[in-house]
């Protein structure tokens, strides 16, 4: 049963960097078969695609968060990882890991973890 | 704000028919197949609906998509309470260099 979990600090401060780790199981980051991705829902808002990667280092972020954002993968935990820096109150969302269906970052998002919470405040 | 819009709510009785509109443009709805999210209260979302109109394993056939040009639409039969929650429509945008764009959402309401 392919499974994906999210862990990391719930709270970062402002200008700080906030990093997650998504844990999965049942499937391999490093197989040829998927894209996989990071998705985060502001309260009470919609969601925003942050970026997406494959296991050859392809990857795709969100135009307007390429300048603060990196999503790096640790194959040998089957983990990836997300990075955004200069974070303020704005960034301040429900993350979500998801994997794609297929080799394509325009695949849809078939699995996703359950969210973490993360809270941009001094 | 997303480039993708979506009607901000819909509501229906049970047993009724509610359709959720999804508006585009030639880059993303035009160009790219069209996925559908269902996010009930307090959980991850869940692929409904992907490439335009396929419903994922265990979707009750009640749920049906379809896409013309750069818009796309879900449908929701026999609406049951259990179906009260946000649906996003979602897709590739090959403008720039490439994003996955979310619409804006639609609150469904069981009344």
């Known amino acids: 049963q392919q499974q994906l979990q999210e862990s990391g600090p719930r709270l970062v401060k402002p200008s700080e960097t906030l990093s997650l780790t998504c844990s999965v199981s049942?499937?391999?980051?490093?197989?040829?078969?998927?894209?996989w991705g990071w998705i985060r829902q502001p309260p009470g808002k919609g969601f925003e695609w942050m970026g997406s990667f494959y296991y050859d280092g392809t990857t795709y972020y969100k135009p307007s968060l390429q300048s603060r954002v990196s999503i790096s993968a640790e194959a040998a935990k089957n983990q990836f990882s997300l990075r955004l820096t200069s974070v303020t109150a704005a960034d301040t969302a429900v993350y979500y890991c998801?994997?794609?269906?297929?080799?394509?970052?325009?695949?849809?998002?078939?699995?996703w973890g359950q969210g973490v919470l993360v809270t941009v405040s001094s | 704000q997303s480039v993708v819009t979506q009607s901000p709510s819909v509501s229906g009785a049970p047993g009724e028919k509610v359709t959720i509109s999804c508006s585009g443009q030639i880059s993303n709805i035009g160009d790219n197949y069209v996925d559908w999210y269902q996010q009930l209260p307090g959980t991850a979302p869940k692929l409904l609906i992907y490439?335009?109109?396929q419903r994922s394993s265990g979707v009750p056939d009640r749920f049906s998509a379809s896409k013309s040009d750069t818009s796309a639409s879900l449908a929701i039969s026999g609406l049951r309470s259990e179906d009260e929650g946000d649906y996003y429509c979602a897709t590739w945008d090959h403008s720039l260099s490439g994003l996955y764009v979310f619409g804006t959402g639609t609150k469904v309401t069981v009344l």
């Open positions: 490439s335009d109109t």
């Open positions: 998801a994997k794609h269906a297929g080799a394509a970052a325009g695949h849809p998002l078939d699995l």
């Open positions: 049942g499937a391999s980051i490093s197989g040829q078969e998927y894209f």
